[in-house]
Nanobody, 117 residues
Framework: QVQLVESGGGSVQAGESLRVSCAAS????????MGWYRQAPGKQRELVAT???????NYADSVKGRFTISRDNAKNTADLQMNSLKPEDTAVYYC???????????WGQGTQVTVSS
């Protein structure tokens, strides 16, 4: 059974930092691209950052220079370090594990991040 469990969300003030983590089980972790997505109230879910099995990363323009995605293939975890948070970063953050070749995509349950001004 595949499980992606997010943790680390919370409420912070603008300018502060937060780290969210995703722990995966039930998949061959190193074969999956890991991603963080977010969905704000009334908006569509959007890409925040991805990290390939090779370690190459991709970021949404809105978070470049502020957020850093990382993965630990030994621990089956993927983290998102968020610095200089802004109120517009407020959303539910979701972890995703995807493998295009296997046509597999899995989602976590989400963790709330709230940034107040």
């Amino acid at each position: 059974q595949v499980q992606l469990v997010e943790s680390g969300g919370g409420s912070v003030q603008a300018g502060e930092s937060l780290r969210v983590s995703c722990a995966a089980s039930g998949i061959f972790f190193s074969a999956y691209e890991m991603g963080w997505y977010r969905q704000a109230p009334g908006k569509q879910r959007e890409l925040v950052a991805t990290i390939a099995s090779s370690g190459s990363t991709n970021y949404a323009d809105s978070v470049k220079g502020r957020f850093t995605i990382s993965r630990d293939n030994a621990k089956n975890t993927a983290d998102l370090q968020m610095n200089s948070l802004k109120p517009e970063d407020t959303a539910v953050y979701y972890c995703n594990a995807g493998n295009a070749r296997l046509l597999r995509s899995y989602w976590g349950q989400g963790t709330q991040v709230t940034v107040s001004s």
